[in-house]
């Protein structure tokens, strides 16, 4: 069992009060994001997504209608 970390490369940032609720974000990137029962607003699930999902990280932050995601680089 190796003890090695890993160390995060990028941050998902939701701009919360722009989000319109349209779910986009959600279909595009299940596992980073999902949405509010009560009004459906976007909800960061893993800020810190592994490399594999970033190619879906981005493809949310790009069909986001509010522009209310970025993928930040660390």
């Known amino acids: 069992m190796s003890d090695e970390t890993v160390t995060a490369t990028h941050r998902v940032e939701l701009d919360e009060p722009k989000c319109v609720a349209s779910g986009q974000c959600v279909m595009v990137a299940p596992d980073v994001f999902d949405q509010r029962d009560e009004d459906g607003v976007a909800v960061v699930l893993d800020a810190t997504p592994a490399a594999d999902l970033l190619d879906d990280v981005r493809e949310a932050v790009a069909v986001c209608p509010a ?7 660390l």
């Open 67 to 73: 522009a209310a995601l970025r993928l930040v680089e």
